[in-house]
Nanobody
């Protein structure tokens, strides 16, 4: 059974940093792409960053490209989202998604499994 568990969210000030973690179990991560998506009230879940099965193809939403970094650990059981220079517009619930394919996608509908989400609040 595939399970994703996120952690690392919190309430911070603009300019601060956070690192989100997503621990996966029940699947071989080297065969799967994963991603981070954000959801705010009244909006659809939106792409933030994705990474390929081997960890060599990160992809970012333009508004976070120079501030966020997605990466996998050596054992490939965990992915992270390092978020620097946070802005109030980064506020939302961040979800980790797992896609049963090697290549990543920016479409939430292409992801088969999701974690429970972790809240990020950035105050100005």
């Amino acid at each position: 059974q595939v399970q994703l568990v996120e952690s690392g969210g919190g309430s911070v000030q603009a300019g601060d940093s956070l690192r989100l973690s997503c621990v996966a179990s029940g699947v071989l991560l080297s065969d799967t792409a994963m991603g981070w998506f954000r959801q705010t009230p009244g909006k659809e879940r939106e792409f933030v960053a994705t990474i390929s099965g081997n960890g060599n193809l990160p992809n970012y939403w333009d508004s976070v490209k120079d501030r966020f970094t997605i990466f996998r650990d050596g054992a490939k059981t965990t992915i992270y989202l390092q978020m620097n220079d946070l802005k109030p517009e980064d506020t939302g619930v961040y979800y980790c998604g797992l896609r049963m394919a090697w290549n990543p996608s920016s479409e939430p509908s292409d992801y088969s499994y999701w974690g429970q989400g972790t809240q990020v609040i950035v105050s100005s």
